[in-house]
Antibody, heavy 120, light 107 residues
Framework: EVQLVESGGALVQPGRSLRLSCVGS????????MHWVRQAPGKGLEWISG????????DYADSVKGRFTISRDNAKNSLYLQMNGLTADDTAVYYC?????????????WGQGTLVTVSS | DIQMTQSPSTLSASVGDRVTITCRAS??????LAWYQQKPGKAPTLLIY???SLQKGVPSRFSGSGSGTEFTLTISSLQPDDFATYYC?????????FGQGTKMEIK
């Protein structure tokens, strides 16, 4: 069974940084692209970043480009999201998501999410 | 970026009804479209991929159709478990984008 477990969500002040982690199990982690998708309270889903299996194809939504960095460690079955310069607009549940393929395909599994709250 | 527009935003229906949700893309995405269901407080789950392919384990009352810029998700006979929010998402090109969601409510 595929499992994705996010961690690292917290209450953080505006302008500060935070790093989210996601550990995958139940599948060959290094065979799949991975993504981060967020959902602000009461709002819809927003894809924010994706990374293919070997880091060669990475992209970001304009809303986070230049502030967030996605990375992965296949040896640890882990996906990361480094978030810098956080603002109130970044307050959301952040989901780690597994792609069906090694390069961007579509999301077939989601983690349970981790909450990031940006507030003074 | 490709914009995805869903309609309606809210749909009131009864158990047993046939319901359809529409998703329009701002440019052609061929059939690179997925549909997800999300219940309150839970992560989304995949229903449909490649516009019309049913994900394993998803009941056959769910179906998807369309190509290019116009897509639909149909539930043939609404069940109590289907009251949730539904999202379309294009994966034709980065940045991926979702529709704003359609909330299915009990009439």
């Amino acid at each position: 069974e595929v499992q994705l477990v996010e961690s690292g969500g917290a209450l953080v002040q505006p302008g500060r940084s935070l790093r989210l982690s996601c550990v995958g199990s139940g599948f060959a982690f290094d065979d799949h692209a991975m993504h981060w998708v967020r959902q602000a309270p009461g709002k819809g889903l927003e894809w924010i970043s994706g990374i293919n299996w070997n880091d060669e194809d990475i992209d970001y939504a304009d809303s986070v480009k230049g502030r967030f960095t996605i990375s992965r460690d296949n040896a640890k079955n882990s996906l990361y999201l480094q978030m810098n310069g956080l603002t109130a607009d970044d307050t959301a549940v952040y989901y780690c998501a597994k792609d069906i393929a090694s390069a961007p395909g579509y999301i077939d599994s989601w983690g349970q999410g981790t909450l990031v709250t940006v507030s003074s | 970026d490709i914009q995805m527009t869903q309609s309606p935003s809210t749909l009131s229906a009864s158990v047993g009804d046939r319901v359809t949700i529409t998703c329009r893309a701002s440019q052609s995405i061929s059939t690179w479209l997925a549909w997800y269901q999300q219940k309150p407080g839970k992560a989304p789950t995949l229903l449909i991929y490649r516009a019309s392919s049913l994900q394993k384990g998803v009941p056959s009352r769910f179906s998807g159709s369309g190509s290019g810029t116009e897509f639909t998700l149909t539930i043939s006979s609404l069940q109590p478990d289907d009251f949730a929010t539904y999202y379309c998402q294009q994966y034709s090109q980065y940045s991926w984008t979702f529709g704003q969601g359609t909330k299915m409510e009990i009439k």
